[in-house]
């Protein structure tokens, strides 16, 4: 079982739909990230969160909101999105974000955009 | 800048034979090194980690890895495959110095263990 929880499992939306994504860990660490993965491709980086706060942005289109409420929860708010943002969204987290501290991946979100 | 090589997309072995997933990286610092292992319509696992102690890595599921630097190498071997070893194999590296915070994939190698 994996100690990142995502909801939903699974997500289809129309382009005019405003939908979120969930994410929650319990381990107590403090930096928290978002990942696209388009199938038979590596995970991409999307947004990283360090202590609650947004510290990366790799250049994600402004339909994708990231939302950090806490230091367990980390959402990922969702608006006219297009049938290419269709993918597997995983959430992760870390104790820091330094460079040995692994991340600890939840089972993401299969979204479809139709 | 950092970057990570998996030679092979595809690697097939019969069940109880080695497995050798390979993965060379590029980094201007001394590296970090991740194995993760991703199973159908699932989340990363990671399988171990190489962050400058022991070179000789041991992980879970039976897997150990073996850091390099003269090769940049960090290989991931499995003595005897099981079939529940069939997934997708992730080698990431971070440098341990600058934009740290970013965890750069290699582009994965699916292995399929035949009975």
């Known amino acids: 079982d994996t100690e990142v929880t995502q909801t939903p499992k699974h997500l289809v939306m129309g382009m005019t739909n405003k939908k979120s994504l969930k994410c929650e860990q319990h381990?107590?660490?403090?930096?928290m990230y978002w990942y696209k993965q388009k199938a038979k491709k590596p995970p991409e980086l999307m947004f990283v969160?360090?202590?609650?706060?947004?510290?990366i942005n790799e250049s994600v289109p402004s339909r994708f909101s990231p939302e950090c409420p806490n230091s367990s929860l980390l959402n990922l708010h969702l608006h006219a999105l297009q049938p290419e943002d269709s993918a597997l969204y995983l959430c992760?987290?870390?104790?820091?974000?330094?460079?040995?501290?692994?991340?600890?991946f939840g089972n993401g979100t299969r979204l479809t955009v139709t | 800048a950092q970057s990570v090589t998996q030679l092979g997309s595809h690697v097939s072995v019969s069940e109880g034979a080695l497995v050798l997933l390979r993965c060379n990286y590029s980094?201007?610092?001394?590296?970090?090194l991740f194995w993760y292992v991703q199973y159908p319509n699932q989340g990363l696992q990671l399988l171990l980690k190489?962050?400058?102690?022991?070179?000789l890595v041991k992980g879970i599921n039976g897997f150990e890895a073996e850091f390099k630097k003269s090769e940049t190498s960090f290989h991931l071997t499995k003595p005897s495959a099981h079939m529940s070893d069939a997934a997708e194999y992730f080698c990431?590296?971070?440098?341990?110095?600058?934009?740290?915070?970013?965890?750069?994939f290699g582009k994965g190698t699916l292995l399929t263990v035949n009975p």
């Open positions: 980094s201007s610092v001394p590296p970090y």
């Open positions: 190489y962050t400058s102690a022991a070179t």
């Open positions: 990431a590296v971070r440098n341990s110095g600058g934009s740290n915070y970013k965890l750069t």
């Open positions: 381990m107590g660490h403090r930096a």
């Open positions: 992760a987290s870390s104790q820091g974000v330094v460079a040995k501290s692994p991340l600890h």
């Open positions: 969160y360090s202590y609650e706060k947004l510290s």
